[in-house]
C-alpha cells in the first residue's frame, strides 16, 4: 500500500499512544522510580530505566518544528541523552532542528503497513492461543528466549542483554489492554506475539519465534490471528517495525505488509 504523510501521521500516533500506554502503568512505580511518559507535540517521550528500549521520543515533528521549550526542558530532566524516533514523513525543519541541537543518525528501522479490506488466509497447522493468567509465565519466558537467539539478520541499531530483555517483557506485562498470544507447534510453545488497537490502526508489537521452531510458519501463523483479530477491533489498518533488510521483514512482506516509510534513529551527543 501507498502511504502519504496524512496516513504516515495516522500510523505514528497510534504507535505513539501505545508506547504511552506501555509505560504510564510503571511511572511512580517501585521497579523503574525514574519512569516518565510525557506529551511532546502530538508525539509522546518516554522513559523506564538506563538503557530501556522504551527511551525514546515517537510521533514528535511530523508536521513542523518541536516546542523548542518543551524539548530543552526534556532533554535536561532526561537521565540518559534522548532518543528520537523519526518518520522519515516527518518535516525537514525538525531533523534540521535535531541537528542543530546535536542529534546524531545512529541508524534506521522500517515501518511496515497493510489495508485490514480483505481476509486473511487460514493459519495452517499452527494453533495460536490468546495469552491468559496460567500462560503468561510461558509468554515473557518464550519471548525473552526467543529474543535473546536473534536471527542475525538485517541491519539492527540496537543489542539487548538477556537481563535487558528480561526487564523490558517484564515492563511491557504492566500495559494490560494488550493483546497477548502463544503459538503452538504439536501442543508445544513455539512463539509468541501481541497486539494493541489505537483509532483503527493495528499496532503489532512484540513477535519472536524460539530458534528451534523457525523457518515452520510461526510468524505467519502470528500475524494471521492478529490480522484477523484487528478487523473485529474495528482496525482499518495494521503496522509492524522491523530492522531493515531482516528476515522479520521478509516474513511481514510475504503476508501482505509493504513498506510505508523508515524511521531516522537520532541520539543526541552530550
Excluded: W
Excluded at 500500500?1 to 512505580?29: C, H, I, N, W
Amino acid at each position: 500500500m501507498f502511504v502519504d504523510a496524512s496516513t504516515a501521521r495516522k500510523l505514528e500516533y497510534a504507535e505513539a499512544e501505545v508506547q504511552y500506554a506501555t509505560v504510564a502503568p510503571l511511572v511512580g512505580s517501585e521497579r523503574a522510580p525514574e519512569a516518565f511518559a510525557r506529551r511532546l507535540g502530538q508525539g509522546v517521550a518516554t522513559f523506564v530505566r538506563a538503557g530501556s528500549p522504551f527511551n525514546k521520543v515517537i510521533g514528535g515533528g511530523l508536521t513542523g518544528p518541536l516546542d523548542e521549550a518543551a524539548l530543552v526542558d526534556l532533554e535536561r530532566s532526561s537521565p540518559e541523552p534522548l532518543r528520537f524516533e523519526l518518520c522519515t514523513l516527518a518535516a525537514p525543519e525538525t531533523f534540521a532542528q535535531l541537528s542543530a541541537r546535536g542529534y546524531q543518525l545512529v541508524g534506521f528501522e522500517n515501518v511496515l503497513a497493510q489495508a485490514l479490506d480483505s481476509a486473511s488466509p487460514p493459519p495452517g497447522d499452527i494453533r495460536i492461543e490468546p495469552v491468559h493468567e496460567g500462560t503468561l509465565a510461558a509468554f515473557r519466558r518464550v519471548l525473552v528466549e526467543a529474543f535473546a537467539h536473534a536471527d542475525g539478520t538485517g541491519v539492527v541499531v540496537d543489542q539487548f542483554t538477556r537481563t535487558i530483555l528480561e526487564q523490558v517483557f517484564d515492563d511491557s506485562l504492566a500495559a494490560r489492554e494488550h493483546r497477548r498470544y502463544l503459538a503452538y507447534r504439536d501442543d508445544t510453545i513455539a512463539g509468541g506475539a501481541s497486539m494493541r488497537v489505537h483509532d483503527g490502526v493495528a499496532v503489532l508489537t512484540g513477535s519472536a519465534t524460539l530458534p528451534e521452531h523457525r523457518r515452520h510458519g510461526v510468524q505467519a501463523a502470528l500475524l494471521t490471528r492478529r490480522l484477523q483479530d484487528a478487523r473485529t477491533q474495528g482496525a482499518q489498518l495494521a503496522m509492524i517495525t522491523t530492522a531493515p533488510g531482516s528476515q522479520s521483514q521478509a516474513n511481514v512482506t510475504k503476508a501482505g505488509f509493504s513498506l510505508a516509510y523508515a524511521r531516522a534513529v537520532l541520539v543526541r551527543n552530550g
